[in-house]
């Protein structure tokens, strides 16, 4: 399912305009992004939690000239699903 399909479920479950639900998942996203930026988690209740980790700087290899490089530290957005979402799921 890409975004227009996502976007035209949500507004026929939510009964409303595509063009409003497109701006619903907008703003969602965008709450998101700006939560996760300052380092804070969002926790929905059956869902699930969005959060930030953290990877330590760290070396790799050039799988082409097998030469060693250096990886910066980063931060990466990671999703934990919540158990009622897994049950769901199975």
């Not at 996502?6 to 619903?24: I, N, R």
């Not at 939560?35 to 760290?58: D, M, N, P, Q, W």
């Not at 070396?59 to 979402?85: L, W």
């Amino acid at each position: 399912m890409n975004k227009a399909e996502f976007v035209g479920a949500v507004a026929e479950k939510c009964k409303m305009s595509k063009s409003q639900a497109a701006e619903a998942v907008d703003a969602m996203v965008e709450v998101l992004k700006k939560a996760l930026k300052k380092g804070e988690s969002v926790t929905l209740v059956g869902f699930g939690t969005f959060s930030v980790r953290k990877r330590a700087a760290r070396e790799g290899r050039n799988p082409r000239t097998g030469q060693t490089i250096k990886i910066k530290a980063s931060k990466t957005p990671v999703f934990k699903a919540g158990k009622a979402f897994k049950d769901a799921v199975n």
